[in-house]
């Protein structure tokens, strides 16, 4: 049973344009969300992320919105640029419980040029 | 440059074969994690430890997977006997926070392969 889910397995986005990346979460015990970006052949890297107590989170092009009703995160990326095609995490943890950090599936972005 | 040491970076073996992989966390890092990384279910959470102490193998298959700490600078991944279902990639990951501090390094991973 997948909780943490992103659904979209792939995405496609025109150089310059807004990159918007999406994950559910079944477990409401989760307090804390992460995004990770994997380059073929390396370890994932640490993108930013986001307290529960908090409903957005922006790091330079970066910015992560948590619609905790909805159980849903998003990562925007503006603007997209060549770099950021690569496979993008998403993560959630239960602080208040035992810490472990549960990763969802992965999506690939593809940045067009 | 503190970085998250996996070897072998790749392995090729034959079902049935023990496999160990090992990791060297981050000098100062308190937890250790072990992913597996494959096409159906993502990064799936093998195993975890924090101050060298397992907290949680749920994840593993315990007939045939064993994860231990013999020391603060040393996580090893075992397999015995290696099939060919578990080939993936795996990765390691440490981390020095506790709560919302929480953030892993993670290696470049152990690319296994059974025969």
């Known amino acids: 049973d997948q909780q943490v889910k992103q659904n979209s397995p792939s995405l496609s986005v025109q150089e310059g344009r807004i990159s918007i990346l999406n994950c559910d979460y079944t477990?409401?015990?989760?307090?804390?969300f992460l995004w990770y970006k994997k380059y073929p052949a390396e370890g994932p890297t640490f993108l930013i992320s986001?307290?529960?107590?908090?409903d957005k989170n922006e790091d330079g092009r970066f910015t992560v919105f948590l619609n905790k009703s909805a159980k849903h995160l998003s990562l925007h990326i503006v603007p997209s640029q060549p770099g950021d095609s690569a496979v993008y995490f998403c993560?959630?943890?239960?602080?208040?419980?035992?810490?472990?950090?549960?990763f969802g599936k992965g999506t690939r972005l593809h940045i067009l040029p | 440059d503190a970085r998250v040491t996996q070897t072998p970076r790749h392995k090729v073996t034959e079902m049935g074969q023990e496999v160990t992989m090992r990791c060297q966390p981050i000098?100062?890092?308190?937890?250790v994690f072990w992913y597996r990384q494959t096409m159906m279910q993502g990064l799936e959470l093998l195993a975890y430890f924090r101050n060298r102490a397992p907290l949680d193998d749920s994840g593993m298959p315990k007939d045939r997977f064993s994860a231990e700490m013999p020391d603060a600078t040393l996580a090893t991944l075992k397999i015995q006997p290696s099939e060919p279902r578990d080939s993936a990639v795996y990765f390691c990951?440490?981390?020095?926070?506790?709560?919302?501090?929480?953030?892993?390094?993670f290696g470049s991973g152990t690319q296994l392969s059974v025969l």
């Open positions: 000098l100062g890092h308190n937890t």
């Open positions: 477990n409401s015990m989760f307090d804390y």
């Open positions: 993560a959630a943890s239960s602080m208040n419980r035992d810490d472990k950090i549960i």
């Open positions: 990951a440490s981390g020095n926070g506790w709560g919302q501090n929480e953030k892993l390094f």
């Open positions: 986001i307290s529960s107590i908090k």
